[in-house]
């Protein structure tokens, strides 16, 4: 059974930072593209930013593209979201997810059905 388990929410001021953390379990976590969503009260969860089986191709959504970096150390089966420059608009549930089929080389996914495995989220909120 594969879990993802989310760390490293919290609330910031609006300027700072965060580094939130996923571990997976439960399956080869290096053939498998990854991705950050979020879901603000009263909005549909959101595309984030997703990371390649290898690393080397990522991909953002445009409110986060130059502020927030995705990362993952396959050895350890971890991905990470670094969060710089933080707005009250980010302020939302952050979730990571696994892909839900083994990924070509350099594949990515923005659309959420792509993803069949998610973790439990992590708040992040952000004040002004």
């Known amino acids: 059974q594969v879990q993802l388990v989310e760390s490293g929410g919290g609330l910031v001021q609006a300027g700072g930072s965060l580094r939130l953390s996923c571990v997976a379990s439960g399956r080869t976590f290096s053939i498998y593209a990854m991705g950050w969503f979020r879901q603000a009260p009263g909005k549909d969860r959101e595309f984030v930013a997703a990371i390649s089986r290898s690393g080397d191709t990522t991909i953002y959504a445009d409110s986060v593209k130059g502020r927030f970096t995705i990362s993952r150390d396959n050895a350890k089966n971890n991905v990470f979201l670094q969060m710089n420059s933080l707005k009250p608009e980010d302020t939302a549930v952050y979730y990571c997810?696994?892909?839900?089929?083994?990924?070509?080389?350099?594949?990515?996914?923005?659309?959420?059905?792509?993803?069949?495995?998610w973790g439990q989220g992590t708040q992040v909120t952000v004040s002004s």
């Open positions: 997810a696994c892909a839900a089929r083994i990924t070509p080389n350099e594949g990515v996914y923005r659309t959420s059905n792509e993803y069949n495995k």
